[in-house]
């Protein structure tokens, strides 16, 4: 299964082309090689498309306005996806649990565990998505084939980084006292991120597949890791 991303937010800003190339254009490719293949076309984008200005978790339905170079590229991705006509479009944002360990969910929680400083933000809204969840939303809909197009696919609910933050030191039984509050205003970035960023994942839920809490996400994500680190389950 080919797949391609150029998500570095902020190089976006410099590599206009390459960002176009691997979000847009790559994608239009592989949506018409599915198409002439009478294949179904998987392709996630993310919430970085809309502005962050909303005051209520986004839907499919609300009118995207990305704000960078990478968002605007996702966009055009969205559009180029729809070269196949069998094609599922699955919004994602703020992943954690993939194989590089790399998100700002595994951020805070070394920093928790370690009691080392770590900066969240108290004004940035997001929807955290589990790529387990994520993974086995996209095989519901590839399995049971609902309608085509647009999804949103996190995890059911939305938090403050913050909040996100405490959950965590909360179910480590360690206290949250490293997490030091930021806001989205203290930090300059070379490419703008939307500060509300929560999105509703209610028509996937319509098309049978109710996505977990991120809290119960998190739980999850957290034992999966203490018994990798016990070497329980399974030797690598």
Known sequence: MPASSFNNVDASEDQQRTALEVNAFVVGTLARAAAGLDAVFVHYSTDFVFAGTATEPYTELDEPEPRSVYAQSKLVGEWMAADAPRHYVLRVESLFGGPRGKSSVDRIITAVRAGAPAPVFVDRVVSP????????????LLTAQPEYGLYHCVNTGHATWLAVGQEIARRLGRPDDCLTPISVRDVTLRAARPQYAAMSNAKLAQAGYAMPTWQDAIARYLGAAHLHAEGVGGQA
Do not use: C, L, P
């Open 129 to 140: 998505s589990f790529v387990a969840d994520v993974t086995e939303a996209t095989v519901h």
